[in-house]
């Protein structure tokens, strides 16, 4: 067994870092406060390759594997949760999609420029009533001869409001509940298709997280993501890629993680109490440690999960793991560093407040921790 990255990914996991550092560990706080969508640096990562990177090269991507494009949204994450946000939403989730199952037009057309970071994606799943239970579902798809005609709402959805490209899961016969659910690609500008209401969030700020609205909106049939071969197959669309999306949120709250850790790390080294760093004290020097070896437990969770996905082999269960835990361990690593920080660690003079917030999401999206430990009990009771 061999935990060593290979050549190309530690260069990999090299040029994110130095990436994230110089471009947007400067501006992340800045970003947090104006709420304001970093297109620049977003542009960036585009042009690094980052929104294509495990991607196949015929469709613009880099053709690397699954553990690279993790290191690159930990890495990203470890500096400013809002990218690794926008990233994963268009990559993870929205590319993935495409990925899994479009047919060979829908890839070519529309993964293309998403993997190469020329348009950004999103994926429109959840709607007000429907969260968990993707079964109730009330946006629907009527076939009208060449067209299907969307009519619902969706909600919470990253990157909904700058998004060129959307993945819309919609209902084509309700009486069959998940098994009558279909995913359809939308165009930004389609006819019937418009942005609702921003959320003004508690973190991940710099991401637009929007309500979108579909009436008597025409999709062309041959935006059926998979072809007619997709019709009912919505519900196991959406389990594979929010698979992949959980070992990237997982990746993402491993960054934050660390961010807390090294963060808390400086601070201790550098406050000094009754006369000495309050790194010296016990409690203050075991608390630190509890962190790392949580932060260790996490990332190998999320890479055993990469690694299987990358052999081929099924992943729902160790997606689910190392979304649970890492998830976890964000948070309470955030809240050990802000406890850390004292006084300074509630005020936004000091990051840790906004690492706290930034993690918050990650027990919520993609699953909530609760969801995640039925498809763990569902795997390990089967």
């Known amino acids: 067994m061999d935990f060593s990255l290979t050549e190309e990914q530690e260069m990999v996991r090299k040029t994110a870092r130095s990436f994230a550092e110089k ?3 400067p501006r992340a706080a800045e970003v947090d406060k104006t709420e304001e969508f970093p297109q620049q640096t977003v542009k960036k990562m585009g042009e690094l390759g980052f929104f294509g990177a ?20 930990e890495e990203i994450a470890r500096c400013d949760a809002s990218h690794a ?23 070519k057309k529309y993964l293309t ?12 799943l959840t709607e007000p009533n429907a969260g968990s239970d993707v079964s109730l579902l009330q946006t629907t798809a009527v076939l009208d001869k060449d067209e299907y005609v969307l009519n619902g709402s969706k909600q919470f959805i990253t990157n909904g409001d700058l998004a060129d ?9 309700k009486a069959k509940k998940h098994k009558g659910i279909a995913v359809f ?10 942005v609702g209401k921003l959320e003004d969030k508690l973190g991940i700020r710099g991401t637009g997280t929007a309500q979108l609205s579909f009436s008597d909106c025409r999709v062309p ?15 196991i669309i959406a389990m594979q890629s929010l698979d992949v999306a959980r070992v990237g949120a997982g990746a993402a709250a491993v960054g934050i993680a660390q961010a807390s850790l090294e963060a808390s790390i400086n601070y201790a080294k550098e406050r000094k109490q009754f006369g000495q760093p309050i790194s010296s004290f016990q409690a203050i020097s075991f608390t ?29 269960k160790e997606a689910a793991m190392a979304k649970l835990f890492a998830s976890e361990i964000a948070c309470s690593c955030a809240d050990k560093a802000i406890q850390i920080h004292g006084g300074y660690g509630y005020i936004k003079d000091y990051p840790v407040e906004r690492f706290w917030r930034d993690a918050r999401i990650h027990r919520i999206y993609e699953g909530t921790s609760e969801v995640q430990r039925l498809v763990i009990a569902h795997s390990l009771l089967k």
Do not use: H, W
């Open 185 to 194: 690609i939308v165009e930004k500008g389609t006819e019937g298709f418009s």
């Open 165 to 173: 490209i959307v993945v819309v899961y919609a209902s084509v016969d």
């Open 221 to 235: 049939k041959e935006n059926l993501l998979g072809g007619e071969e997709g019709l009912g197959r919505g519900f």
């Open 113 to 124: 420029p998403l993997a190469t970071g020329e348009k950004l994606g999103a994926y429109a």
């Open 54 to 73: 495990y991607f196949p090269v015929e469709y613009g991507g880099g053709g690397m594997d699954f553990l690279s494009y993790i290191l690159i949204v």
């Open 85 to 107: 946000t926008v990233l994963a939403a268009s990559t993870s989730l929205c590319g993935a999609s495409i990925n899994i199952a479009g047919t060979e037009k829908q890839k």
């Open 288 to 316: 630190l440690c509890d962190m790392a070896v949580e932060i260790d437990a996490a990332r190998l969770l999320v890479y055993k999960a990469a690694y299987l996905k990358d052999k081929g082999l099924r992943f729902s």
């Open 23 to 25: 471009e947007l560990l």
